[in-house]
């Protein structure tokens, strides 16, 4: 089993800029796919950014705004939001999954984190 833990969620302006972390207990996540996902009030839950093999992918709608990075000797991910936008308000979640071949979709995940919230004011 893996628990992940999401943390530095907030109230930022337009403009601003969080980081988010994602700590991971129970099993080390070097061999998983690590991803942060979001979901806005009334949307669905959707992916944000995801890491495998030091391999990066970004949704497009936070394509040169956001980083995604992982520690593997302290078995955390983190993503760095810059250029923040009203409509990145969302809760964002961190998931893991260890299929063959990675999957970043909702059922190609094995493991959430409960979430954390991100406020843009505008």
């Known amino acids: 089993q893996v628990q992940l833990v999401e943390s530095g969620g907030g109230l930022v302006q337009a403009g601003g800029s969080l980081r988010l972390s994602c700590a991971a207990s129970g099993r080390t996540l070097s061999t998983y796919a690590v991803g942060w996902f979001r979901q806005a009030p009334g949307k669905e839950r959707e992916f944000v950014a995801g890491?495998?093999?030091?391999?990066?992918y970004y949704a497009d709608s936070v394509k040169g705004r956001f980083t995604i990075s992982r520690d593997n000797t302290e078995n955390m991910v983190y993503l760095q939001m810059n250029s923040l936008k009203p409509e990145d308000t969302a809760v964002y979640y961190c998931?893991?999954?260890?299929?063959?071949?990675?999957?970043?979709?909702?059922?190609?995940?094995?493991?959430w984190g409960k979430g954390t919230l991100v406020t843009v004011s505008s």
């Open positions: 890491v495998r093999w030091g391999s990066k």
């Open positions: 998931a893991a999954g260890n299929r063959p071949t990675t999957d970043w979709s909702l059922n190609g995940m094995d493991y």
